[in-house]
């Protein structure tokens, strides 16, 4: 009888545990599903493995060499050693010009101009004005000293490219015989041989009042109107032919 009951309590009492086990179930709310992980990204290519990405643009160009010296860093052009040479040699010429055009103010103006004798007279006051005013003027006023490897080259780069015939036939042409010094006038009773065009338009330009002459081996500036040698660059001539 005693085991009858044990076991009928112990019967009851695992209905009665079923029964809360099953409202705790119930009243506990639902775990929410985990997130699918995110599929791992496949492993990077081996360098050996990859491959250039292509692109329709062009790649900019680099400034050739010539670009960046002639360009300064503000992008204008810069200005090389040749050119800074020939402004300097113009401001040199425009010195000279303010002396001419005083020297012009104290002789008298032509009062014929068909009239040799005093065209000539008048030139010989001119020069000699000039001379006073120039009295201390020296070789290499206008031709500078730091500036006259730009004129040897011009000139000694044309002669090169002359045959010899040529170079001999405009050396023949120059006056023989005569000493060119600064100040001295060019002799009116010698012909003035013909400058070579082409060498012409290679050097710098000159004003009307101003010339580029040879004599000998020597490179002068002589003054058209008075016919002084303004300034002398000697042996820019190499050699002269025989």
Do not use: W
Request: aromatic share 6%; charged share 25%.
């Amino acid at each position: 009888m005693t085991i009858f009951k044990c076991a009928s309590f112990v019967l009851s009492f695992a209905v009665l545990a079923g029964g809360c086990a099953r409202e705790d179930n119930n009243a506990r709310p639902a775990v929410a599903s985990e997130p699918e992980a995110a599929p791992k990204p496949a492993p990077a290519p081996a360098l050996a493995d990859r491959k250039p990405r292509l692109s329709s643009e062009k790649p900019l160009a680099s400034p050739s060499p010539d670009a960046a010296v002639s360009a300064a860093p503000d992008g204008q052009p810069g200005t090389n050693a040749q050119g800074a040479a020939t402004l300097e040699f113009h401001n040199r010429i425009k010195n000279y010009l303010k002396t001419h055009n005083e020297a012009e103010t104290k002789v008298p103006n032509l009062k014929r101009t068909d009239d040799s004798k005093e065209i000539s007279d008048r030139e010989a006051s001119l020069a000699k004005a000039i001379q006073t005013l120039r009295a201390n003027a020296q070789i290499g006023d206008i031709f500078a000293p730091e500036d006259q490897p730009y004129f040897i080259k011009i000139v000694q780069d044309d002669f090169a490219k002359r045959s010899a015939v040529d170079r001999k036939a405009l050396i023949n042409e120059l006056p023989k015989n005569m000493k060119a010094d600064i100040s001295t006038v060019y002799p009116t009773t010698l012909p003035l041989a013909t400058f070579p065009a082409g060498l012409l338009r290679k050097l710098p330009d000159l004003p009307p009042e101003l010339e580029y002459r040879f004599v000998g081996r020597s490179l002068i500036l002589r003054d058209v109107k008075a016919n002084p040698i303004v300034d002398i660059l000697r042996d820019v001539v190499a050699t002269i032919p025989s």
